[in-house]
Structure formats: C-alpha cells, structure tokens
C-alpha cells in the first residue's frame, strides 16, 4: 500500500533552538528546564548516542513513550518525522529538519509519530535522548515500547536517497 504524505508541521512536536553560550572556557547549553515541560515529557533516564556518518537510526516509533532528542554536534543530522497517529490534526503528514551543529535544536517527539535520523556530515554526530520512560521498564525486565519499521521491505516510512 502505497501512502501519500504531505509536508508540513506535526501537531504536538516541538522544536527548540539551542542557544549556546560561548566564553573563554568554551560553552554552555540547556537543553531542558522543568519549567518549560508538561509533567508527561519529563524525562525519566537520558542516554547520548554517536551516529557516524551516513548511519541512519531508525525509522521506528514508540506506543506510549515520548522522546527528548538534543542535536548539538559536533555532526548534522537530517530528521525524518512522521505524524502515524490516526486521531492527529496532522495525521499523514512527514516533516524533515536539518539538526546538529549548524543548526542546534531540542525536538519533543510524541508517541506515535514515527523518528529517523541520519547523519549527513563528514564527523559523527552525538544526539542525546531524555525520554519520559525507561528503556525496558524498571530493571529492564518490560517489554520494549519501540515499534521498528526499518527491517520492513514495503515500509511506508521513506528517507530521501
């Protein structure tokens, strides 16, 4: 089955500049206040990750987890976002954002909209996650809330070649 997807913003996904501040020690970035999320996007573990060039992580989605993702470089990245949730304002529509270094940002993923990212620079780039949920559940002994698309042939979830 082949899915028309329009371009566009997603409903409930928020991208935040990251504003680096720089001095002669080097510089500094919040990522995240507390002040500033929903009760539901507060983070619950956070991990960082190294994505080498040309690697792409995903596309998957989640069932009840929401992702905090910070691209910060010292790499860029191309987001691929999918809004697969049937009762969105913005239920079929993709969105695709240039991240990392050059353009530093904070994105709030819901569940059920499904996230790829690829790293299109010539050095890794590092992505940190704040989920609001731990991987596997306390002690790791619940079941993975990750729906994974990418090892389906006919996946309606595309990258741009």
């Known amino acids: 089955m082949t899915i028309i ?8 996904v928020e991208i935040r500049p990251l504003n680096k501040r720089t001095d002669s020690r080097g510089w500094l970035c919040e990522l995240f206040r507390n002040d500033e999320l929903t009760p539901e996007q507060f983070p619950a573990m956070c991990y960082v990750s190294e994505t080498l060039p040309g690697v792409t992580r995903g596309p998957h989605e989640h069932a009840d987890q929401t992702d905090f993702f910070a691209f910060f470089g010292p790499g860029n990245l191309k987001l691929y976002l999918w809004d697969n949730r049937p009762d969105s304002p913005t239920y079929r529509c993709k969105m695709i954002i240039p991240v990392g270094v050059s353009n530093p940002a904070a994105v709030i993923v819901p569940p059920g909209v499904v ?47």
């Open 115 to 161: 996230h790829a990212y690829q790293c299109v620079s010539e050095v890794p780039a590092l992505v940190l996650n704040a989920p609001n949920r731990l991987y596997a559940g306390k002690g790791k002994k619940e079941n993975v809330d990750e729906i994974r698309h990418e090892n389906i042939a006919d996946s309606p979830f595309v990258l741009d070649k």
């Open 5 to 12: 997807w329009t371009e566009g913003t997603i409903h409930d």
